[in-house]
């Protein structure tokens, strides 16, 4: 069973940034990735980014040149440094894992609890 934790949410001001931390454990693939996920109040969830155990990395169209997914060399641990926020990127974000570089849901199996970010104007 993989579990992931979000950390590294709060409160930021327009113009700002946040770097978003997941920690995982528990996994035993060779080749396994790291999604990135947002979702406003009140709409869905949408892919932001996602990262493979390799280094390879894919985003939406949305945030790339905004955001930046990473992993720590030593520790099971991926990052999402977010620039330039705005208001409409308050919401919850969440890692979650999978075995295939994409960014649809329903390729990954596991998922954290998720972290708020909000925004203010």
């Known amino acids: 069973q993989v579990q992931l934790v979000e950390s590294g949410g709060g409160l930021v001001q327009s113009g700002g940034s946040l770097r978003l931390s997941c920690a995982y454990s528990?996994?035993?693939?060779?080749?396994?990735?790291i999604g990135w996920f947002f979702q406003a109040p009140g709409k869905e969830r949408d892919a932001l980014s996602c990262?493979?155990?390799?280094?390879?990395?894919i985003y939406s169209p949305a945030v790339k040149g905004r955001f930046t997914t990473s992993k720590h060399n030593a520790k099971d641990t991926v990052f999402l440094q977010m620039d330039d926020l705005k208001p409409v990127d308050t919401g919850v974000y969440y890692c979650?894992?999978?075995?295939?570089?994409?960014?649809?849901?329903?390729?990954?199996?596991?998922w954290g609890p998720g972290v708020q970010v909000t925004v203010s104007s």
């Open positions: 979650a894992y999978s075995d295939y570089l994409d960014l649809a849901e329903d390729e990954f199996d596991y």
């Open positions: 990262i493979s155990n390799k280094g390879e990395t």
């Open positions: 528990g996994h035993t693939l060779d080749y396994y990735t």
